[in-house]
């Protein structure tokens, strides 16, 4: 943590502040708890110091030798001898001319008393009272002494020196100061445990690391254009991050999700089964009211126990986009390099015969090129009018001749130039998936020919694909278009999936046509081409 120009870490900030509070807390309290221990040892000297006054007092020794002024010497015998008991420094008893009649200084008997503090105990007060002596500065008592018929003949005094009396306050509060040091050296140990022990909860990191990492992590989630949600052992919604949101948003779903449970609010989640199964799903389509996602769920776990769960989901829409327009690119590739093979082939036969200078047969020879391109050209182009598409198939007639198959293209009426974009996208999968599958279906055939056909209405497209191969059965009639379904092995069986998946969003069917020899695959599109010039 920063204070002003100086840093100091949380494990120090901790243990100051906990050492702190301590300090103040132990010291008020001692202060305290000082004060009202030497009041009550103040209090306790004072009523003992009264007590013992008041016993001499009421003696009747003392107060026969005083009215009598008879027997003064048994004064002083009494006098030492309790105060050798009680543990004081001096008892004094005097007449009411202030002359003393007992002192532990037996040479200060019959002298005054000093001090100038017994004036009020001569009116018949009792009181208590700090003065300097002949002894030194004590802590006194004065308690007059009265006959039987109450009339005042002397005062008791009873005194504690004050060096004894701070000794007695200094044992009392003597413990309390060593508890508060024990107090204090708990309290500083226990901060320091607690801060370590709140450092190695947050792993040893300072608060503001913390708030990076937590801004961080936000942006990282904020990024992904995958849909992030993740839930509590409870089920209850703890994160979603900006893209989930908009999901939710798409499908109808307005309100917030955190804190919501995942059971109310998106019930074909199936979040609550990962945490509880702690079996991970992937590529899971869920449809939520009329949205199609692609869900991925994982258990979130912590020290080898499950604590949450994880699901990412993407539009499925818009990962098919993407999947096709992959498709698309690869067929380019593919198509780019057949022609530039073919293209390289010519290039040596046009050298060969430069350098063997058959000028005629070269003239012939590119004469032939030029003518051939030209009719296949003019024939794909009078039957399709979007140039993608056309050089698509251009590049397919010389990918299958390269290949050694024979593909026919022909039609009746123009293929159209549409105006989404996406739709060429749709078409290129479409012509490029059956294409290659016929030329996989002819591979290991004797006649390997490949018949295209387009027609065309006003508001119908259709495409044929008819090839000279095996042909499929009638068990697997039904499971040509499923995904993952193939007669050639693993990982196959996704071209015609593909197709399927293109011609219902274009809106059209796909059907496999029955014939004695071989497979037809007839695809309808509806389309409806815009006049130009209304």
């Not at 445990?193 to 300072?206: M, V």
Request: net charge negative; with cysteine.
């Amino acid at each position: 943590m920063k204070f002003g120009r100086f840093y100091i870490s949380l494990q120090k900030v901790i243990t100051l502040f906990v050492c702190t509070v301590v300090i103040l807390s132990l010291t008020v309290t001692g202060i305290l708890i000082g004060e009202e221990v030497t009041d009550e040892t103040k209090k306790y000297l004072s009523d003992k110091a009264i007590n013992i006054a008041r016993t001499v007092a009421r003696s009747p020794l003392v107060i026969e030798a005083l009215e009598h002024k008879q027997d003064e010497k048994n004064i002083q015998s009494y006098a030492e001898e309790v105060r050798k008991i009680t543990d004081v420094r001096f008892i004094v008893v005097m007449d009411m001319n202030h002359i003393r009649k007992s002192h532990p200084d037996k040479e200060k008997i019959g002298k005054r008393f000093i001090g100038g503090d017994e004036a009020r105990a001569m009116k018949g007060k009792s009181y208590t009272s700090v003065a300097e002596g002949t002894l030194g500065t004590s802590f006194r008592a004065f308690v007059p002494v009265k006959n039987r018929e109450g009339q005042q003949v002397g005062v008791v005094a009873v005194g504690i020196m004050m060096n004894r009396v701070e000794e007695a306050i200094i044992n009392s509060t003597h413990i309390i100061y060593v508890a508060i040091g024990v107090g204090l050296i708990i309290g500083i140990l226990g901060a320091w445990i607690l801060a370590r022990k709140i450092k190695g909860i947050l792993f040893g990191l300072e608060p503001f690391q913390i708030a990076n990492l937590l801004q961080e992590r936000n942006a990282m989630l904020e990024s992904v254009r995958e849909g992030i949600v993740a839930v509590d052992r409870e089920s209850r919604i703890v994160l979603a991050n900006s893209e989930a949101v908009r999901l939710f948003h798409r499908a109808g779903m307005n309100h917030q999700p955190i804190g919501e449970n995942i059971e109310d609010y998106l019930p074909q989640s199936r979040l609550r089964h990962v945490v509880e199964g702690e079996t991970p799903e992937f590529d899971r389509e869920v449809t939520l009211n009329g949205l199609t996602l692609l869900v991925n769920r994982v258990p979130v776990k912590v020290d080898g126990h499950t604590v949450a769960a994880l699901a990412t989901f993407r539009d499925k829409t818009e990962i098919k986009k993407l999947a096709e327009q992959l498709t698309g690119v690869k067929m380019y590739a593919e198509a780019l390099r057949v022609k530039t093979h073919e293209f390289m082939n010519k290039l040596h036969v046009i050298l060969g015969l430069v350098q063997m200078r058959e000028l005629d047969r070269l003239s012939s020879y590119i004469q032939q090129l030029t003518d051939h391109y030209h009719m296949e050209a003019g024939s794909v182009s009078q039957l399709v009018r979007e140039p993608i598409l056309a050089g698509f198939l251009l590049s397919k007639l010389s990918y299958a001749r390269e290949r050694g198959v024979q593909l026919n293209l022909s039609g009746n009426g123009v293929w159209p130039r549409p105006e989404d974009p996406g739709i060429v996208d749709e078409w290129v999968t479409i012509f490029g998936n059956l294409i290659d599958n016929a030329m996989e279906a002819v591979e290991d055939c004797e006649q390997k020919e490949i018949d295209v056909s387009l027609e065309t209405t006003d508001s119908t497209l259709s495409l044929s694909v008819t090839d000279t191969g095996k042909g499929i059965s009638d068990d697997q009639k039904e499971k040509i278009f499923e995904k993952g379904f193939s007669t050639k092995g693993e990982n196959r069986g996704y071209g015609l999936n593909l197709v399927r998946i293109s011609v219902e969003k274009l809106g059209g069917t796909l059907t496999h046509i029955p014939i004695d020899s071989g497979t037809k695959i007839l695809v309808t599109l509806p389309f409806e081409e815009k006049d130009e010039n209304p």
